[in-house]
């Protein structure tokens, strides 16, 4: 069978999805270095409030945007008759 290394980034959920799952195939899979940090729990931070900077140019608040998404979707079901 041929050797494949990879790394997986572990600090994200979805790097440690893949790495519990690789742990079920233990005859197939082997870890090199860092195995404890494997185990350890990742803690992920989350900013509390949003940023309240002056966004300009192109873009908009996404407050303003998912209220134009909200507003389009109310008038694609009203025009065909969804709701």
């Known amino acids: 069978m041929k050797e ?3 790394t997986i980034d572990i600090t994200s959920p979805e790097g440690r999805q893949i790495v519990e799952k690789l742990k ?23 900013r509390d409030e949003p940023l309240d900077k002056d966004i300009g140019g192109e873009y908009i608040k996404s407050e303003l945007f998912w209220e134009l998404v909200e507003r389009k979707r109310k008038k694609f079901c009203t025009d065909n008759g969804i709701v």
Do not use: H, M, S
């Open 4 to 6: 494949i290394k990879l």
């Open 24 to 46: 079920q195939f233990p005859d197939i899979v082997t870890f090199e270095n860092d195995l404890p940090a494997v185990e350890e729990p990742v803690k992920t931070y989350k």
